[in-house]
């Protein structure tokens, strides 16, 4: 008889955990391999619904590897991202997300060797992300859960070398706006060292030009010599390039939706009125040694 209700007792608490999810399986949906992030002027930015800045702390694997939806031959793996989440951008579904542990998911195709575009993920387990690594996420919820808007590559995520922005409080609606703030002002922690990185890494073209201009403007006129001259450069870079390149590719020869955009789009030069502008700021910033 108390075996029986033992037995009666188990069987009801595995029906309470199983009813109420505890310990089930995120259903996270995979997507293509060359989905791509809507920029600017491949769509709008304001569509991520969710942007956010976050240091890694570590990822896990979700469940078993099943074959891809897509191919039906690779083996695809859900993954569990670690985040401490410091700064919520002003994206139209940002509710909701707060400062803190936040846990991010992505599917991403395990491999032995590879050789290609850089892959969401940590070092060693195919992707380049380590402990303490500061990112840009571009997500979505999926069933309640956060998730990249793409798989398998990074491009729907921006490293941030620019130190920490907890504090950082956006002066307009546009997002755009905001990454480039973060993007290119010196947070807490900053060396100058991680500044000049975080110009050097930085792409224009992915967002709103003219403001990312004001941002290097005043970082070339306000900052220590080494990052003033790094800013400078990159100023001066634009100019003698005399041309936009593709927007939103970034140089990626893998990127199919670059590839078709090239072919319809031809690259222009920039007009006399653009580079009269550059050419003023740049006369308007002092020399840096």
């Known amino acids: 008889m108390k075996t029986r209700l033992l037995a009666g007792f188990l ?23 060359l989905i791509d992030l809507p920029l600017r002027h491949l769509g709008d930015i304001g569509a991520v619904p969710i942007i956010l800045v976050g240091t890694v702390r570590g990822s896990s694997n979700v469940g078993r590897k099943r074959l891809s939806r897509w191919t039906g031959q690779a083996p695809v793996q859900l993954v569990h991202l670690d985040v401490d989440v410091e700064t919520v951008l002003p994206s139209y579904a940002h509710g909701g997300v707060s400062q803190g542990d936040n846990a991010i998911y992505f599917c991403w195709y395990p491999v032995v060797s590879y050789s290609g575009p850089p892959r969401l993920g940590m070092e060693g387990e195919g992707g380049s992300w380590r402990a303490g690594d ?62 000049i990185k975080a110009i050097d890494a930085f792409n224009m073209y992915s967002m709103n030009t003219d403001y990312a201009i004001e941002a290097l403007e005043k970082l070339a006129k306000s900052e220590t010599p080494a990052v003033s001259k790094a800013a400078r450069q990159q100023l001066d870079q634009e100019l003698s390039m005399n041309c936009t390149q593709p927007p939103g590719c970034g140089g990626n020869p893998w990127d199919v939706p670059c590839v078709a955009y090239r072919k319809t789009h031809p690259v222009k030069p920039a007009t006399d009125d653009q580079n009269k502008v550059l050419g003023g700021i740049l006369r308007a910033i002092p020399p840096s040694n």
């Open 11 to 33: 069987i009801g608490i595995a029906a309470l955990l199983l009813s109420t999810g505890c310990g089930s399986t995120p259903q996270i949906t995979e997507y293509p391999q």
């Open 134 to 195: 500061r990112l840009m996420f571009f997500l979505q919820r999926e069933n309640g859960y956060l998730r990249t808007v793409c798989d398998q590559w990074k491009h729907c995520t921006v490293n941030v070398f620019s130190g920490a922005h907890a504090d950082y409080q956006p002066r307009s609606n546009d997002v755009t706006h905001a990454m480039i703030d973060i993007l290119l002002t010196r947070g807490r922690g900053a060396t100058d060292q991680q500044m």
